[in-house]
């Protein structure tokens, strides 16, 4: 973080995604000690701060920081488009994606964090919630720390089966949360959150003890429920009653708790979302890459309509595969417009809204992130109107950025105050050296894991 140390950000157009979504033409940005210190007019902020460094200039649409409410930091990126995408959801996790994570060293957790927060800092992803599938928390903070940008990290958490890094025990599960909360208890923009595996992997006691260790430490819980329908059956089996219902009368649905996709919900299971303003990450690639249903059952739109608690993630390698949240909120956008829910904002905007302050407030954030506004972090992301994705440039910033432009022209990318893509080069570390062996460290892995994808046709 900068210290003791201020800089002006200038641009044509600012985003603000404050209350208001206050739009401010010929901007400036007083940015001290890694937040924003002063907002308004250029010519009145640079009198005032003449002696100051200044970022961007006057070809620059700047927004906040992007946020990422789920990621998967480690395992499917070393084998990224590796997964044969004509098998079963459950195959592509638990026979392949499963495996190579039990295959990856300290050193693969650190390489493979670094290589998607690269990718998500040069999208102009500034926050990522990683899933929770981390075997080596150390490395994976670590890799944040190579690119500079924020997040909020935990580790592997599931007592039911026997998968890597399964806790014997409710204690042993929960002890390595508690190692997570302890390693980032001083960092400055990476939070320790408990992380469980989710579906149907996790015990009752471990789910009440795992959301009384969030609540006890002001921190959040996430797991993954409900992508598909086998969640769905296997709770209706074993407890009587649907997911949602069951968590319900376990006491862990609240504020502090974001599921991942809940892609399958009846109208009981989504009112209960609503009403116990539990979160949701919604990672609509992932569901039509891996087919599980979201054009015939999802109801993110109608959730998020109804004033549920809504934010965007990218997921996994192998399930949604770019780290690009533009590329989700452009895909959300088109799911909202399909939807034809009476009411319902423009598409667009609602999109920019998840991946900037709605998400921000799902996650428990909005303090800190998802808008340009004094006080918050200085994430912000810098949008050269000069490139050609920009031309001409329509009086509508948003819908050009939502549905046309994406990542094209992000340009720089400012994070806590320091900038760490300019260009669209992660600046922190020479990509380059840090990536030399990334197609050895596949073999490797497949080697392992015992697993030999092979292309599709015949290959001589
Ligand atoms: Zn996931």
Redesign the pocket.
């Known amino acids: 973080m900068t210290k003791n140390k201020s800089s002006l950000v200038v641009g044509k157009t600012v985003l603000t995604m404050n209350e208001e979504r206050q739009i401010i033409n010929d901007a400036a940005i007083k940015v001290t000690n890694g937040r924003i210190a002063e907002i308004g007019k250029r010519e009145e902020i640079l009198e005032k701060n003449s002696d100051l460094v200044i970022h961007g200039g006057d070809n620059f649409l700047l927004i906040p920081g992007l946020i990422n409410a ?1 990621q ?1 930091l480690t395992g499917d990126r070393l084998i990224r488009s590796c997964i044969p995408d004509s098998i079963t959801d459950n195959e592509a996790i638990f026979d392949w994606a499963i495996p190579i994570h039990e295959a990856h060293t300290s050193e693969d957790d650190e390489i493979s964090a670094t290589l998607v927060l690269a990718e998500s800092a040069r999208n102009g992803i500034t926050f990522t919630v990683e ?1 929770g ?1 981390v075997a080596h928390p150390g490395s994976v903070l670590k890799g944040f720390e190579n690119i500079g940008v924020g997040g909020t990290l935990g580790s592997w958490g599931w007592d039911v089966g026997d998968g890597p890094y399964s806790g014997k025990t409710v204690d042993d599960v929960l002890s390595r949360q508690l190692d997570v909360l302890e390693l980032t208890k001083e960092h400055p923009s990476v939070k320790g959150w408990v992380t469980l595996v989710g579906h149907d992997l996790m015990s009752d006691d471990l789910l009440k003890k795992a959301s009384d260790l969030a609540i006890e430490n002001s921190t959040n819980l996430t797991f ?1 429920l409900s992508p598909n329908l086998s969640d769905v059956e296997s709770y209706l089996e074993r407890t009587g009653v649907r997911p949602v219902l069951h968590l319900k009368d376990l006491g862990v649905l609240g504020e502090h708790l974001l599921i ?1 996709h809940a892609v399958h919900l009846n109208d009981q299971e989504l009112e209960t979302l609503i009403n116990t303003k539990t979160a949701i990450a919604s ?1 609509p690639w ?1 569901y039509l890459r891996l087919g599980q249903g979201v054009t015939k059952f999802g109801r993110h739109p109608e959730f998020f309509s109804r004033g549920g608690s809504l934010s965007l993630g990218c ?2 390698g192998n ?1 949604g595969d770019n780290v690009d949240i533009l590329s989700s909120a452009k895909l959300f956008a088109g799911l909202i417009q399909e939807s034809e829910i009476e009411g319902m904002s423009s598409a667009s905007i609602s999109a920019l809204e998840l991946a900037t302050i709605e998400g921000a407030k799902a996650i428990g954030l909005s303090n800190e992130i998802g808008s340009i506004e004094i006080g918050k972090r200085a994430d912000i992301v810098f949008i050269d109107l000069e490139d050609q994705a920009w031309k001409p440039q329509s009086p509508d910033p948003v819908k050009q950025l939502i549905w046309s432009a994406g990542t094209s022209g992000i340009h720089s990318v400012m994070a806590l105050g320091e900038m760490i893509v300019v260009e669209g080069t992660c600046l922190k570390i020479d990509e380059e050296e840090k990536f030399s062996d990334l197609q050895e460290r596949q073999q490797r892995l497949l080697g392992e894991a015992g697993l030999e994808p092979r292309p599709h046709w015949p290959t001589v």
């Open positions: 789920h998967h899933a599938t993954h991942a990672c992932a997921d996994a399930a």
